[in-house]
């Protein structure tokens, strides 16, 4: 007789960073895309100029990764944006994300 079940019931869990998020029209990733349309240049353009993978544009672009504080500072020096602005709703969206994910795993959620 087995103590521990490990039934159906277990094997829903997936961890956090395979959930793809998808970005909100609010968000920075969103607004980084708008913006490199607007300016014609290709995910390829971009992640050559930062010196970051293709891959990694498209996944923030997507919502699937959260951009790091430097990427998101090249951004703004790339289309002109406000630095603080970016700062500021960096740290909000990072704040938010990480309170999501602690719900989450405390089984707070809505």
């Not at 895309?33 to 010196?51: D, E, P, V, W």
Request: aromatic fraction near 10%; proline fraction near 6%.
């Amino acid at each position: 007789m087995h103590l521990i079940s490990c039934g159906p019931e277990l094997n829903h869990f997936k961890p956090y960073h395979k959930r793809a998020q998808p970005a909100r029209p609010d968000s920075l990733p969103h607004l980084f895309r708008k913006l490199r349309q607007n300016h014609n240049l290709t995910k390829r353009s971009i992640a050559k100029n930062f010196g970051v993978s293709e891959d990694y544009v498209s996944k923030i672009e997507s919502g699937y990764e959260f951009p790091s504080l430097n990427f998101c500072l090249k951004c703004a020096q790339e289309f002109d944006i406000n630095p603080n602005y970016v700062k500021n709703k960096w740290a909000k969206e990072a704040i938010g994300r990480f309170t999501d994910r602690l719900n989450r795993r405390l089984g707070l959620e809505d």
